[in-house]
């Protein structure tokens, strides 16, 4: 017992704020496209393992759901168009938090008052998501002190974390894992493989991307997002990055 | 050293069984390939590890495609065959002859029978129709026995698996465990790409095994092309390899406390977890190191800089965490709660071809990086912790010897690659269309075997993986009866086997 005190004090406090830490000069984020001189060669699209980059009306765009942020692009561009940068505040909001001008936003973040309650649904990831939001728990980025926990039960929970690409195999409790969850509830579709479907490619036991089945309000991209990128997109969610 | 065997088919159960008595560790997988286009025949392939250092031996069995699809089981000599044999029926339609369990495995109700998704002729575009087929979970029966269903949604932030305990009061008397649940159908999607596309594919097959996977793959194409990887790049593979360990066992270490409410050893281990994860992001840009190992070599240098930065993290990191492990090892509730919890007896652990630290739990002294050297290891001393209790305690303490040895060999590859040429890879020449190779690694759960065969232009033709978890999770319904059910989080914790990675 005495020892167990004396390592709670010696270790001290080690929770700090969610972007406190540096960030690491290798830190592969967000690919940005300089508007020329693109020759669109399409060697960038093509080397891309998730099909994230493609040509829209003349201009190479990327699709930051699906991008797994490995850097190939940058690599292989020869005109030395495209860069990465550090900036891992990718996540964008859609559905019930964009619509009516904010309103039906403001109503849901009023209901929800200043406590969510997270259920965690993997339908086919990797794992490393899940980890990323185990590591929201750990003493360093204590989710509590947000007034943010993960709750046993969908019937407790007031947001769907999904990580994953819709397997086959765990498209029904997806499903009935929504189906349970009461109203007014939210969908964040956690990491590439969950807001986009594409890490894999097509598969016979992929059936897509999160949203082709459930309506999704917050997409968090990353391979897996950093934990700063997922309290990052819950509060941008809930309106609180003041 | 791989010694290659070709038999047919009727042969195979023979051979087999010779390789198996002659093996240290028994079957190590066992897969089937569609080859029909290329000599007539489905192929079975048994990969035996061999008796000598470094000698494994690959059995491929010719199952003539114009004869019925079925082959004898090998599942009554050797135990390990059983899920290999099961995925085989369930992907192929090869039949195993005298199999005791032919229960469907990866494909699960909603697939329809008589369509096998690993054929060749099966294209990857097809929509499958839903199914509603029988599924049948194992459990016992009797007077007052009852079941708990758990899962695949479970409580807390785990992977999707079904469990069914069958239980007499608190005790279970039986655990069948349904899984597959995030089959991504990855060996098929890998089919024709390259091998440089394939790699970002490989490690993300499993989170927490991302070197590992990557590594296998990686090796396997050298094996195939005949590369020789630089120097530098060699150490750096080792050090990632050992981070990799590291952060999962510092991590498994806290979550094991998770499994009885010790909450002062979980907080510990995740916040030491977290300081690893942050350097692993230092060398690679990405927590799960994702990135650094690619096939010729790997991608990223690790200068002088880094070195000293990770040289510190792990002078911090040691006597932290020895203290923390010093919290566990005098707290008698703690103790009470993990010896002699969960027990995998030595035999069973054999028959079913048990692999790391589950393996040298109960009394297997196995360990590829020592008995199967690979990318430098033979060069690399350090010890392989066993203990033969079997039980949860001594599944933890192996652990915490590992980390301590992982720790050692981190530095020792500092010193290394501070030494080595600033070569960091090579380029992959075109393979013998057709040409098979195996890769392997010793991640933090257990030996990771690839499988590959390259077509025309380095395109995959068929990527087989088997990891550490394959072998481990029939012994987890093993160890698990017998223990009252309060207990099981307790036991699956000390086991700690990916989903991701089985399932793929």
């Known amino acids: 017992m005495f020892r167990i005190l004396q390592k709670i004090m010696t270790t001290g406090m080690v929770t700090e704020n969610y972007d406190a830490a540096s960030l690491p000069v290798r830190f592969r984020g967000e690919v940005i496209v300089a508007d020329s001189p693109c020759i669109t060669c399409?060697?960038?699209?093509?080397?891309?393992?998730?099909?994230?980059?493609?040509?829209?009306n003349g201009k190479m765009t990327i699709n930051q759901r699906a991008c797994i942020f490995c850097g190939r692009c940058v690599e292989i561009c020869e005109q030395q168009m495209l860069r990465q940068t550090d900036n891992y505040k990718l996540a964008e909001l859609s559905g019930q938090l964009q619509e009516t001008g904010g309103r039906l936003r403001d109503r849901i973040i009023k209901t929800l008052g200043r406590s969510l309650a997270i259920r965690h649904l993997d339908v086919g990831s990797c794992n490393a998501c899940d980890w990323e939001m185990t590591a929201l728990n750990n003493p360093l980025y204590d989710l509590q002190q947000?007034?943010?926990?993960f709750v046993a039960s969908p019937r407790h929970a007031d947001l769907l974390m999904v990580t994953g690409v819709v397997t086959r195999n765990l498209t029904q409790a997806l499903l009935m894992t929504y189906e349970a969850t009461p109203t007014p509830k939210l969908v964040m579709a956690v990491g590439a493989c969950a807001a986009s479907g594409r890490t894999f490619g097509?598969?016979?036991?992929?059936?897509?991307?999160?949203?082709?089945?459930v309506p999704v309000d917050i997409y968090v991209p990353g391979c897996p997002p950093r934990p700063q990128a997922l309290l990052y997109g819950l509060m941008l969610a809930l309106d609180r990055l003041k | 050293m791989i010694k290659n065997f070709t038999v047919s088919v009727k042969d195979l159960p023979a051979t087999a069984n010779v390789c198996y008595s002659k093996s240290q560790h028994g079957l190590m997988a066992m897969f089937a390939n569609d080859e029909r286009t290329l000599n007539g025949n489905f192929a079975i392939y048994c990969?035996?590890?061999?008796?000598?250092?470094?000698?494994?031996?690959?059995v491929k069995a010719l199952l003539d495609a114009e004869q019925p699809l079925e082959f004898p089981s090998l599942?009554?000599?050797i135990p390990a065959a059983a899920w290999y044999e099961r995925e085989i029926n369930d992907l192929f339609g090869l039949t195993p002859v005298g199999h005791p369990d032919l229960r469907p495995l990866v494909l699960h109700e909603n697939w329809p029978a008589g369509i096998y998704p690993l054929r060749k002729d099966f294209d990857s575009q097809t929509v499958v129709p839903d199914a509603a087929r029988k599924f049948p979970v194992a459990h016992a029966h009797g007077e007052g026995v009852f079941e708990v269903p758990v899962g695949p949604i479970h409580a807390g932030i785990i992977e999707p698996g079904h469990f069914r305990f069958s239980q007499a009061g608190e005790a279970i008397i039986r655990l069948d465990a349904k899984l597959f649940f995030t089959h991504r159908g990855i060996e098929k999607a890998m089919e024709g790409l390259t091998v440089d596309q394939a790699i970002y594919r490989a490690e993300r097959i499993c989170g927490a095994c991302s070197v590992s996977n990557a590594l296998s793959f990686s090796l396997a194409v050298e094996n195939i092309t005949g590369v020789e990887i630089p120097e530098r790049a060699r150490w750096i593979r080792i050090l990632v390899a050992e981070l990799e360990r590291l952060y999962n066992h510092v991590g498994d270490v806290g979550n094991l406390c998770a499994g009885l409410g010790f909450a002062v050893g979980v907080s510990n281990g995740a916040r030491l977890k977290e300081h690893l994860m942050r350097l692993n992001e230092y060398i690679t840009g990405n927590r799960f190191l994702r990135g650094m190992v690619i096939p010729g070599g790997v991608r990223f240098d690790v200068p002088g800089d880094l070195l000293l930065k990770i040289d510190k993290a792990l002078g911090r990191l040691e006597p932290d965490f020895l203290q923390v492990v010093e919290l566990l090892r005098e707290n008698e509730a703690f103790l009470n709660r993990v010896n002699t919890t969960g027990i995998l007896p030595n035999r069973a652990a054999k028959d079913l071809g048990v692999v790391g630290v589950a393996a040298r739990a109960s009394g297997i002294d196995y360990d590829l990086r020592r008995d199967k050297p690979y990318g430098g290891y033979d060069q690399t001393d350090f010890s392989v912790p066993v203990y033969h209790s079997g039980d949860v305690a001594a599944r933890l303490w192996v652990r915490v010897d590992e980390t301590l040895e992982s720790i050692q060999i981190a530095r020792l590859m500092i010193e290394r690659i501070t030494a080595a040429k600033a070569i960091l890879a090579v380029p992959i020449p075109a393979a013998i269309p057709y040409s098979s190779?195996?890769?392997w690694s010793e991640s933090a759960r257990g030996s990771n075997v690839h499988w590959l065969m390259l077509a025309e232009g380095n395109r995959i033709y068929r990527h087989f993986v088997r990891s550490a978890s394959y072998p481990n999770w029939p012994a987890l319904t093993v160890a698990a009866p017998g223990n009252i059910i309060p207990d099981f989080p307790l036991v699956n914790k000390s086991f700690e086997l990916c989903y991701a990675c089985l399932d793929r």
């Open chain 1, 42 to 56: 399409q060697e960038c699209s093509d080397a891309c393992p998730t099909g994230a980059l493609a040509l829209l």
């Open chain 1, 146 to 149: 947000y007034g943010i926990d």
């Open chain 1, 202 to 213: 097509a598969s016979y036991a992929i059936r897509g991307g999160v949203d082709k089945f």
């Open chain 2, 47 to 58: 990969l035996f590890d061999g008796a000598d250092k470094g000698e494994l031996l690959l």
């Open chain 2, 75 to 77: 599942t009554p000599i």
């Open chain 2, 437 to 439: 190779g195996i890769g």
